[in-house]
């Protein structure tokens, strides 16, 4: 079996997750670029290669068992094992996300994509982590989901604005981080939950302060930890992000 590492990165055919791919390309890993979409995702495999990157492409949509199933099997079939996975797809399902005024179907799908689907994707991809011998879960998160944060706690900072979809659902996300940590704790799987920080992407209209490569440095970090390396954690660049 290949020595080269193996990596999945969820949503990669774009903004953060099309970066945390090149800058685990740019480490020497082969990058799995898991996309919906037919056209972007190879769009975004042919840049890569341009790059220098050994990038496939893996169809993928998280909300859907047989995709996920699919990908899983091609990885199975090219790789035979998976190091690490990167869980970045994410949408924010829109504004406005009054608590008293939401539409219920924009929870729902938010919490499908950001939430069922790392869980989805997540179990999918386990017996190929196990077939590793350094596996990492990293989990991207955000800030928003912080509780200490959005409650003023500590002196934290409330961040991001009402959003009673997008922001529990990292909350929710980061909840299920750790329950895999725990069901998890007497393997070698590291699993950690990023925050990019407020990045210029399509999910915030561009408004974001930070580039895309920026926002992919933690995810790379958590993604590459030397055994040994913390497990359970929520991390931005600046170090630990309350939960
Ligand atoms: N930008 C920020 O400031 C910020 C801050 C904190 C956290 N984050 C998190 O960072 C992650 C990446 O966000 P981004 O800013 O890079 O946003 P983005 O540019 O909108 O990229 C989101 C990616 O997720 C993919 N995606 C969405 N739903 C999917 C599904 N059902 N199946 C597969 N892929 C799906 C998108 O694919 P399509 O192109 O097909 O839609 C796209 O590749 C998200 O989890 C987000 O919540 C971002």
Do not use: H
Request: proline share 5%; glycine share 12%; hydrophobic share 45%.
């Amino acid at each position: 079996m290949t020595e080269t590492k193996i990596a999945l990165v969820t949503g990669a055919n774009k903004g953060i997750g099309y970066e945390i791919a090149a800058g685990l390309g740019s480490l020497g890993w082969s990058v799995g670029v898991g996309a919906r979409d037919e056209v972007r995702r190879e769009e975004a495999v042919s840049r890569l290669r341009a790059a220098g990157v050994d990038a496939f492409g893996v169809p993928l949509d998280v909300t859907d068992d047989v995709s996920v199933a699919g990908a899983a099997e091609l990885i199975a079939e090219r790789c035979g094992r998976l190091d690490a996975l990167v869980n970045n797809a994410g949408i924010t399902g829109g504004g406005p996300q009054q608590p008293s005024s939401v539409d219920l179907s924009v929870v729902r799908a938010v919490v499908e994509t950001n939430v069922l689907g790392v869980i989805r994707v997540t179990n999918a991809m386990l017996p190929l982590l196990r077939r590793s011998a350094s596996p990492r879960i990293v989990n991207m998160s955000s800030s928003v989901g912080s509780l200490a944060r959005q409650s003023g706690l500590g002196g934290e900072t409330t961040t991001g604005p009402v959003a009673v979809a997008y922001a529990p659902s990292k909350t929710f996300l980061n909840a299920v981080t750790l329950q895999y940590v725990r069901e998890l704790a007497d393997t070698n799987i590291l699993i950690n939950a990023a925050c990019p920080g407020f990045v210029a992407t399509d999910l915030n209209g561009f408004r974001g302060v930070r580039t895309p490569a920026q926002g992919a440095a933690t995810a790379i970090r958590l993604a590459t930890l030397p055994d040994g390396g913390p497990t359970g954690g929520f991390f931005e660049d600046a170090g630990v992000v309350p939960w």
